[in-house]
């Protein structure tokens, strides 16, 4: 059965427009009566975000479940909260994109997005079935916890070399696009003995400084303030800080595939020198999007790669089945299993500062040592209900040709100079478009041909 709410990871719309309040009760009504229990509840920075989660709060109660507010905080604390104290979690964030936007992200006891098939039960219910109203004596109660996020800090930094960290006495620039990552980055990272300059690091809904998603266009000042001021590295978060991006001290920007590598990296050299992670197997999860080099890394250090489709919960999903070591995204999304199955910005970011310091290297350097690929991302507009016709025509277009492809997710079509995605977003109405190959202008090239593809086919 088709889906009609539900994109990737929960729903994310534009806020009060079609997420109104009403909608959002219902729906958090309706999850509240598959679920029954103790539901967890926080949310980014946005300025609607009050007001949809007031209206989960009341949709929750009246089916009868125990709510727990979390604050607004980052979207790994609610997933680490729900983990360890709670039968479910709602997450009041659209992530990465504009602040007119506002997104429900609903985990399960382990703090992962729901599978389809409980995202499909909960649409049945909110579209077809009965929402369970719970009698006036039986509501559910409203309780606060605002020591989670102090909880998520320490744990944190118990994952780390700390000790390593503070001797190296880095200079790091901070942005975290005034989202959810004011709560807790900025501690974080002066408790590491970074030398730290800020920018929005102050909590604001408008996202006034830049634009949530932390792409290379959107990260000018922080990469200015890199150069100018001399730092080792420039760290900049997402709207719910669930992505790390990284600066070099030469004021490049560090793909997220280039930081995915670097961490995997280390943690299949402690997992082979027995220095942690005993009790999990070797195997790193990704997804089709992410680059070869994962694949080069991991066989030079033991490791085996599990691809799946695009998503983090999706990854997450398989980190847990095959008790995985890491996993993540090439968008900067860095999964940690034994201790969030979501991605996690500030244990990436703690992470990074780590490596730096144990191999007392500069992050160019570092990235230097890494498998050499290059890649280009593109994206068009196209409505969301031309893309299941466009990306079969795109499908049948490129098999036509010969190439040899995989339809995990969208298509990847292999050529001798590398690869190609294109894929319909879950979240936007958009088509992505990431390549690799071995020179950037081929890269470029390939993907302005995927683009190609998308156009040919999107207004027929």
């Known amino acids: 059965m088709k889906k009609r709410l539900f994109g990737t990871f929960g729903v994310r719309k534009t806020a009060n427009d079609v997420l109104t309040p009403e909608f959002a009760s219902k729906l958090a009504a309706s999850y509240g009566t598959l679920i029954k229990g103790k539901v967890a509840i926080g949310g980014d920075t946005r300025t609607t975000t009050p007001m949809i989660k007031h209206a989960i709060i009341a949709g929750l109660m009246s089916s009868g479940c125990d709510v727990i507010d979390l604050g607004i905080l980052p979207t790994p604390a609610v997933q680490y909260a729900v983990r360890n104290y709670y039968d479910g979690g709602i997450i009041i964030t659209a992530s990465h994109n504009p602040p007119k936007y506002n997104g429900i992200k609903f985990v399960d006891k382990d703090g992962i997005g729901l599978s389809d098939t409980d995202e499909i039960a909960i649409e049945n219910i909110y579209f077809d079935g009965e929402v369970n109203r719970a009698s006036w004596k039986s509501i559910g109660n409203l309780f606060k916890n605002d020591k989670i996020i102090e909880e998520y800090i320490e744990e944190v930094l118990k994952r780390v070399d700390v000790k390593a960290i503070q001797e190296a006495k880095l200079k790091v620039v901070l942005d975290c696009g005034s989202g959810a990552g004011c709560f807790t980055a900025p501690t974080i990272l002066r408790r590491l003995g970074c030398e730290l300059i800020t920018l929005n690091s102050q909590a604001d809904g408008f996202f006034p400084g830049r634009d949530p998603e932390p792409i290379e266009a959107n990260l000018g000042d922080l990469i200015s303030a890199v150069k100018n001021l001399g730092a080792d590295l420039g760290i900049a978060h997402d709207g719910d800080a669930d992505r790390t991006i990284c600066i070099d001290e030469k004021g490049n920007f560090v793909l997220g595939d280039k930081s995915f590598s670097l961490v995997q990296k280390r943690m299949l050299k402690e997992k082979n020198e027995n220095l942690a992670h005993e009790n999990t197997t070797n ?13 080069d ?4 250090n033991n490791g085996e790669v599990i691809a799946t489709a695009v998503g983090d919960l999706l990854v997450a999903r398989k980190l847990k089945e095959e008790n995985g070591l890491f996993g993540g995204e090439e968008n900067g999304g860095l999964i940690f299993p034994d201790f969030v199955y979501g991605r996690d910005a500030a244990l990436s970011a703690a992470k990074i500062l780590e490596i730096m310091a144990i191999e007392n290297k500069k992050l160019s350097e570092l990235v230097e040592e890494l498998p050499v690929y290059y890649s280009e991302k593109m994206k068009c507009e196209c409505e969301d209900d031309k893309k299941q016709e466009v990306m079969e025509k795109v499908a049948d277009e490129v098999a036509n040709l010969g190439y040899t492809i995989d339809t995990t997710d969208g298509v990847k079509i292999f050529k001798n100079e590398g690869w190609v995605i294109i894929r319909p977003s879950g979240t936007e109405p958009i088509f992505r478009c990431f390549s690799e190959s071995n020179s950037q202008r081929t890269a470029t090239e390939m ?5 190609s593809l998308i156009e040919k086919f999107k207004d027929y």
């Open 447 to 451: 993907a302005e041909w995927g683009i």
């Open 283 to 295: 195997i790193i999860v990704t997804t089709v999007a992410t680059s070869t080099a994962i694949y």
């Open 297 to 300: 890394i991991a066989k030079e």
